[in-house]
């Protein structure tokens, strides 16, 4: 099963909303809402991601 990216988009938001979303989750979506341009959402999500953040710090330095 192949997935665009507004049907991820959608997943991630979904988890989102539920309160289910890790940091990849919100990474994701902040990630999506940069390529739209809605920036302060775009913001929003990438700082939540850096706050639930429990990988290496290299992978955390491309969020920031």
């Not at 991820?8 to 989750?25: H, I, K, M, N, P």
């Not at 994701?28 to 710090?57: C, H, S």
Request: a negative charge.
């Amino acid at each position: 099963m192949i997935l665009c990216p507004c049907s991820c988009f959608s997943l991630s938001q979904e988890q989102v909303r539920s309160g289910d979303a890790g940091a990849t989750e919100l990474f994701e979506l902040g990630a999506v809402m940069l390529r739209r341009k809605f920036y302060p959402a775009a913001t929003k999500y990438l700082l939540q991601a850096i706050e639930k953040w429990d990988g290496d710090n290299p992978d955390l330095a491309q969020v920031r």
